[in-house]
Each structure stands twice: as C-alpha cells, then as structure tokens.
Nanobody
Framework: QVQLVESGGGLVQAGGSLRLSCAAS????????MGWFRQAPGKEREFVAT????????YYRESVKGRFTISRDNAKSTVYLQMNSLKPEDTAVYYC??????????????????WGQGTQVTVSS
C-alpha cells in the first residue's frame, strides 16, 4: 500500500511559478515510478511527468517540456513538480501517481495503482 499527499497548488498569474510536492509513504517505494497527471474541467486526466526513484529516468508531456521540472528527494520520500512560465491552459487539478510499471502516456491513467487526492492549480491570464 502506498499513500500519496499533494500540496503546493494555488492561484498564480500567467508567467508565474508554483512548486507541487507529493509526500509518499508505504513499503518498497523505490520500486515505484512516481509522477504527475492533471485534469482540467470537462477533460480527461492527462500525463504530465514521471520519474523513477532510483534510476532518475524522467519523461515529460511535450507541452510542458522546458517549463516543468520533476525531481525527487529520496530521504524525504517526496516528489516535486516545479512549474515555471505557467499558462492558463495549465489550469487543472494535479494528481500525484505511483505505479510499479513505467508510464508516460495519457492512457496510463487507466492502470495507475495509487493516486493522491489532487491539488488545484489555477493560472489567470
């Protein structure tokens, strides 16, 4: 069992920055791929970024490359998503995700083992 708790969402103007955190707890966390999805109103949940605990392999959604950075602090069992140059289209509820299998596509949302409760990010124009 893995528990995920997100924090760090909020309201920011376009061009601004936010950092999301996902605190993880449970057994064998090093076996899990950790990452983020997001879901805007009326849209399906979509993949944003993922990172491995041990290998550091990282994948990003194309539209966030160069603006978002995913990282992890193994000592704190926490994954971060630094979001810079935010755009109104980044507005969504952001969910932390954990799964034993690697994921880097929107369709992976159907098989993710563990989700956080979500944190709202709103970018005003």
């Amino acid at each position: 069992q893995v528990q995920l708790v997100e924090s760090g969402g909020g309201l920011v103007q376009a061009g601004g920055s936010l950092r999301l955190s996902c605190a993880a707890s449970g057994r064998t966390l090093s076996a899990y791929f950790m990452g983020w999805f997001r879901q805007a109103p009326g849209k399906e949940r979509e993949f944003v970024a993922t990172i491995t605990w041990s290998g550091g392999n990282i994948y990003y959604r194309e539209s966030v490359k160069g603006r978002f950075t995913i990282s992890r602090d193994n000592a704190k069992s926490t994954v971060y998503l630094q979001m810079n140059s935010l755009k109104p289209e980044d507005t969504a509820v952001y969910y932390c995700a954990a799964d034993l299998d690697p994921y880097y596509s929107d369709s992976a949302r159907r098989s993710i083992a563990y989700w956080g409760q979500g944190t709202q990010v709103t970018v005003s124009s």
